[in-house]
Every structure is written in C-alpha cells, then in structure tokens.
C-alpha cells in the first residue's frame, strides 16, 4: 500500500471564521478579539455607519471572559453559540438602525402641516368657515325671501291692472271706472300695498332703474323722452296700460311704437 505524503492535519476546529487550536493547547485570545472587531466592522460596512460606543460595551465583556475561549473539545460547542449570539445580535442592531433612519421620514410624510396639527387652532379655523358660510347663508337666504315678497308684491299689482283691461281712458282719472296712464300704474301699485306718485315724471324716479333686457312683471315703463307715458309690464314683453283718450285700458306689446320711444324702466318694490 502507497503511503501518504499528505501532512497531518492538526486537531482544531475553526468557529465563525476564526480556527481554534486543539485541546492541548491555548487559543490566541487576541485573534479571536480581531476577528470580532472584523466582524462588527463588516457589518458596519453594510449599514454605512460605525458605532463604536454601542461596539465596545460587547467587546471588553468578552475580554472579562478570556476563559470562555478556553479551547478544550468540549468547549468547541459553546464558543460556535456564543459566535451565534453575537452575529444574531449585531443583525438586530443593524435592523434597528435601518428602521431608526427610516422613521422619521414616514413621520414627515404623516405630520400634518401647523394649523392641522394643532387642535386648537384646527377648531378655530372650522369654527370661523362656520361662521362664515352661516353669514353668508343667512345674507342669502334674507335676500331670496326680499326677491319673493317684491315678485309676490308685483303679480298683485299685474293682477289687478289686468282686472281693469276694457276700461276707458280719462285724463286725470285714477279709477275704479276709469284710468289714465300714470293712474292706472298708482292704483294697480296701491293695490299691492305700495304708494306711488301720481304723475309720470314722479313715478319714473320712484323705484330702482333697471335695464329693459332686466324687466319682471309689475316693473313700470316709461315712454318718449319726456317719461310722458307708463305701462305696466306683465311679462313675454308684454304690459298693460291706458293708451290714449277715445281707447280703453289693454293689454299690448311694449313696442306698440317704436322700441326707440322708451324712456326707462323701473321697479317699484
């Protein structure tokens, strides 16, 4: 049989990384401190952060320990756990650092900006919209019952104007058997609880100017240059008025002229 040339192989063992000598010998206790200071720094390396402060405190617990390196067969055992423990605990450190680091920037993107965050101030800033929509809804709602009392106001005075259609014209008349123009119009206001002048000229500067393209039912319009004659609008471009002496009170286009003949338009209430 050939012999071997191979060289025996000395009795040890290697833990983590580090060969340990056999039984009947030391291991060098500094070798295993620098394959453990390699160790933290191979994972420091990974993190992109050293942190030396937290390193040591483990460290020189071991160099209080040099015995647990005592390298007998039956010791191989406990020095692989003890390597383990170490490696396994470095791992956590470097996943608490990482989750360290990503923290606060998930903070940031939950943390609401200044007059969120501050209930306070969150409260107040509802409170005042509060306050202004109701102001505003209050306004608004004030406004749309004024709009509907004046519209209800109008179509009495239209109502009863057209209850008077076929009645003849008088100058000077104010009714109830007979009308002129700008009697007519102060009758059928009167009618409605609103008091009007009596002549044309007056009345024309009695109420709101409002454009003709703007004109509702009950509004008056005026005629040539002089506001000479009123009608009352009834609406469709439409009103109703005392003509002329020899015709009765009807109910006839605003254009029965001319367009260029009107004067103005105006609203009483």
């Given amino acids: 049989m050939a012999s071997s040339h191979r060289k025996p192989r000395s009795a040890g063992s290697r833990i983590a990384g580090i060969w340990t000598p056999a039984a009947d010998g030391d291991p060098r206790l500094g070798e295993v401190e620098q394959k453990v200071d390699d160790l933290y720094r191979?994972?420091?390396?990974?993190?992109?952060?050293?942190?030396?402060?937290?390193?040591?405190?483990?460290?020189?617990?071991?160099?209080?320990?040099?015995?647990?390196?005592?390298?007998?067969?039956?010791?191989?055992?406990?020095?692989?756990?003890?390597m383990s423990r170490?490696?396994?605990?470095?791992?956590?450190?470097?996943?608490?650092?990482l989750t360290e680091r990503s923290t606060p920037t998930e903070k940031r993107l939950q943390v609401p900006d200044g007059t969120q965050s501050d209930p306070?101030?969150?409260?107040?800033?509802v409170q005042h919209k509060l306050s202004t929509?109701?102001?505003?809804?209050?306004?608004?709602?004030?406004?749309?019952?004024?709009?509907?009392?004046?519209?209800?106001?109008?179509?009495?005075?239209?109502a009863f104007a057209r209850a008077q259609v076929g009645k003849p014209y008088v100058v000077g008349a104010a009714g109830p058997g007979s009308y002129d123009c700008s009697g007519l119009a102060q009758a059928a206001w009167k009618a409605a609880g609103v008091t009007l002048p009596r002549a044309t000229t007056a009345q024309a500067n009695a109420g709101t100017p409002v454009p003709l393209a703007d004109a509702r039912p009950g509004d008056?319009?005026?005629?040539?240059?002089?506001?000479?004659?009123?009608?009352?609008?009834?609406?469709?471009?439409?009103?109703?008025h005392a003509p002329k002496p020899g015709t009765c009170v009807r109910?006839?286009?605003?254009?029965?002229?001319?367009?260029?003949?009107?004067h103005s338009v105006v609203r009483p209430a």
Avoid: C, W
Wanted: glycine share 6%; aromatic share 6%; proline share 3%.
């Fill in 42 to 82: 191979r994972a420091d390396s990974a993190t992109g952060r050293t942190d030396t402060a937290k390193r040591m405190p483990k460290i020189n617990s071991l160099r209080k320990k040099p015995s647990s390196f005592t390298a007998t067969p039956h010791d191989h055992y406990d020095q692989a756990q003890l």
């Fill in 86 to 97: 170490l490696a396994a605990r470095r791992q956590n450190a470097v996943a608490a650092h």
């Fill in 120 to 125: 306070r101030t969150a409260k107040a800033a």
């Fill in 133 to 158: 929509a109701r102001a505003l809804l209050s306004r608004s709602a004030a406004r749309q019952q004024r709009q509907e009392a004046a519209a209800a106001l109008a179509r009495q005075a239209v």
């Fill in 220 to 240: 008056l319009i005026f005629f040539h240059d002089d506001a000479g004659h009123v009608g009352v609008y009834a609406g469709d471009g439409l009103m109703i």
């Fill in 251 to 262: 109910e006839e286009s605003i254009h029965y002229g001319d367009t260029s003949i009107i």
